[in-house]
Each structure stands twice: as structure tokens, then as C-alpha cells.
């Protein structure tokens, strides 16, 4: 059974970083997509960003220039370096993992971590 586990939420202020983690079980296939969503409470979910095993990545809109997105292949895990945080980036942020190529398309969920953006 895949497991990924999230880590590096919590509270900061406006212009603040943070940086989550995210490692996924061993799997004797490669996650050959590895990337992030949130949601915001009373939202949908929304595409952070995410990135393929031979490092193509994409983001969402409202990230781009803020948010890094990289990953640990050997590891399985991703990171996401998230800078210049605003009040609206406050959400739950879920990990995702994909066996396929597509950045932004996963199979399998962590169980999120918050974000809140506040001073």
C-alpha cells in the first residue's frame, strides 16, 4: 500500500518561507510524478505544483516566482520551498504521487498538512 507522508506546516507571517516534505513509501515502481495541491477551506482543490522524475516541473498561476518545487529520486521524496507566503496561500496542502508522467496528476494522496498565513 503507497503511504505518503507530509511534513513542514505550520504558522507564519506574511513574506514569510516554509518548506514541506513529502516522502512516499518504497514502491517497486517509480513515482514518475511527485507534487503538491491545497485547499482552502470552502474551495476546491487547487494545483501547487509538481515535478517528473527527470525534473520537468510545473506550477500553478498563483504561484509562479514564489514556489520551488524539487525531489529526492532515491528518497522518494518532494519538496516545496514556498516563499513570499500571502494570507491566500493559507490551506491544506496535500502531497500526491503518480506512477505516470504527468506533472500535475496523481493516484495517490497524503493525508495534507496545514499552512496558515497570518500576522
Known amino acids: 500500500q503507497v503511504q505518503l507522508v507530509e511534513s513542514g506546516g505550520g504558522l507564519v507571517q506574511p513574506g514569510g518561507s516554509l518548506r514541506l516534505s513529502c516522502t512516499a513509501s518504497t514502491s517497486p515502481v517509480a513515482y514518475n510524478a511527485m507534487g503538491w495541491y491545497r485547499q482552502a477551506r470552502g474551495q476546491e482543490r487547487e494545483f501547487v505544483a509538481g515535478i517528473t522524475s527527470s525534473g520537468r516541473s510545473k506550477f500553478g498561476d498563483s504561484v509562479k516566482g514564489r514556489f520551488d518545487i524539487s525531489r529526492d529520486n532515491d528518497k522518494n521524496i518532494v519538496f516545496l520551498q514556498m516563499n513570499r507566503l500571502r494570507p491566500d496561500d493559507t490551506a491544506v496542502y496535500y502531497c500526491?504521487?503518480?506512477?505516470?508522467?504527468?506533472?500535475?496528476?496523481?493516484?495517490?494522496w497524503g493525508q495534507g498538512t496545514q499552512v496558515t498565513v497570518s500576522s
Open positions: 500526491g504521487a503518480s506512477y505516470h508522467f504527468t506533472p500535475d496528476k496523481y493516484e495517490f
